[in-house]
C-alpha cells in the first residue's frame, strides 16, 4: 500500500508513543469468526497500531460487555451472532440504515456515547455486484429471519430489487424481516433525503414504493415457486456453519435443486467458505457468492467508520482465505 494511505494517528503527547487503538468482536459463539485476522492485516496494511479481541459474550451479558468497551478506551467493535437485533437496543445513537434494518453489526466508541452503524446492509451487495450481479430489478428470495437477514433485505431493497420474498422456519418470523422492506417503501416514498448514504441506492430507483415484499415459511407450497422464479437467493441463516446448526434443513426446504440455473446464490455463512448448501447449487448450475465477499466488504465499511480511511480489501480477502485454509 502507498504509504500516503497510512492512517495518521495520535500519540500519548509530544514525543510520546503512539496509542494503540482497541476494537474487539462480541458473539456467542466467536472461536469460528475470521474477523480477528482479517482486521489484524487490514490495521497492520494501514499502519495503525492496533488489537482486535474476539469477545464470546452470552446474550444476557451483552449490555455489560458493550459498557464495559466503551469503559476500557475501545474505537470500535463488530457485532455477530446472536446480538445484532439486541444491540440495536442498547446504543443512543443508530445510522438510518440500522433502525431501517432493525439490527447493528458495528458499534462506534466516540466521545462517551455508543453509534450503531449496520455495514452488512451494503456489504451484501458489495459481494454480489463483485460476483457480477446487479440487484436492480432482480427478483429475489431471502432466507432466514435474522439481523443478517433483515440487512440483505434491506441492502436489496436500496439496490433496486423488484421483489423480495423471505423464506423463514416459521411465517411469523418471516413476515418481520419483509415488513422491514415495507416500512423502508414507505420511509423513501416519504421524502428521505437523496445526500443521505442510506438513500443513494434507493433515489435511482424510480418507484421505491413498487417493491414487493411477501412472507412464507419454508414448508409453505408457494415456496418452490418462489426459489424458482427468484434470480438472487441469500441464505443468511447459520445452518451449516462450523459449530453451528445442520445444514440438513436448508437442502431439505430450500434445495438448490428448486432454483433456477443462472441466477446467483449467495451464503453468508464463510466457515467453510463453501457450505453444503452453496455446494449443491454450484452443481445445479447456479452462481455461487461465498460469505467472503459479504464479511470481508462489511468489514471494509466499519473500517472507514472507525478510521476515515480506505480499507485494504485485498489484503482482507486473503488473510480470511489463508485463515480459512489453515485453521
Known amino acids: 500500500m502507498d504509504a500516503s494511505a497510512r492512517v495518521r494517528y495520535p500519540s500519548t503527547g509530544q514525543g510520546g508513543p503512539r496509542l494503540v487503538l482497541k476494537f474487539a468482536l462480541l458473539g456467542h459463539p466467536v472461536a469460528h ?3 480477528p485476522e482479517m482486521l489484524a492485516a487490514a490495521l497492520r496494511a494501514l499502519g495503525v497500531p492496533g488489537v482486535y479481541v474476539p469477545c464470546d459474550v452470552t446474550p444476557g451479558d451483552l449490555g455489560k460487555a458493550v459498557h464495559g468497551l466503551l469503559a476500557l478506551g475501545f474505537r470500535g467493535a463488530n457485532v455477530t451472532l446472536p446480538h445484532k437485533v439486541a444491540a440495536l437496543t442498547l446504543v443512543g445513537s443508530s445510522s438510518e440504515r440500522a433502525r431501517l434494518a432493525g439490527a447493528a453489526n458495528v458499534l462506534t466508541f466516540q466521545k462517551g456515547a ?10 451484501a451487495v458489495a459481494a454480489l455486484r463483485e460476483a457480477g450481479c446487479d440487484p436492480r430489478g432482480q427478483t429475489a428470495v431471502v432466507i432466514g429471519s ?39 417503501n414507505v420511509a423513501t416514498r416519504g421524502g428521505g433525503d437523496a445526500s443521505r448514504p442510506v438513500y443513494r441506492e434507493a433515489a435511482r430507483r424510480p418507484a421505491p414504493s413498487a417493491i414487493e415484499a411477501r412472507s412464507l415459511e419454508w414448508t409453505h407450497p408457494e415456496a418452490r415457486d418462489a426459489f424458482a422464479q427468484a434470480t438472487i437467493v441469500a441464505q443468511t441463516t447459520s445452518c451449516g456453519m462450523t459449530g453451528g446448526p445442520s445444514w440438513v434443513p436448508l437442502l431439505t426446504h430450500a434445495p438448490p435443486s428448486w432454483l433456477r440455473p443462472g441466477a446467483f446464490a449467495m451464503d453468508a455463512v464463510y466457515t467453510p467458505q463453501e457450505t453444503a448448501w452453496l455446494a449443491a447449487a ?24 472507525w478510521l476515515a480511511a480506505e480499507p485494504p480489501i485485498a489484503v482482507m480477502r486473503q488473510a480470511v482465505e489463508k485463515a480459512l485454509v489453515t485453521g
Not at 439496490?159 to 418470523?173: C, D, E, K, N, P
Open 33 to 35: 469468526s475470521r474477523s
Open 114 to 123: 455508543v453509534l450503531a452503524d449496520n455495514t452488512d446492509v451494503t456489504g
Open 146 to 184: 435474522g439481523g443478517a437477514a433483515r440487512a440483505v433485505a434491506v441492502g436489496l431493497a436500496l439496490a433496486g430489487a423488484r421483489s423480495i420474498t423471505v423464506v423463514a422456519r416459521t411465517g411469523a418470523s418471516a413476515e418481520r424481516v419483509a415488513a422491514v422492506v415495507r416500512k423502508l
Open 282 to 305: 454450484r452443481d445445479a448450475g447456479l452462481v455461487a457468492v461465498d460469505g467472503v465477499g459479504m464479511l470481508v466488504h462489511q468489514g471494509a465499511e466499519a473500517l472507514r467508520s
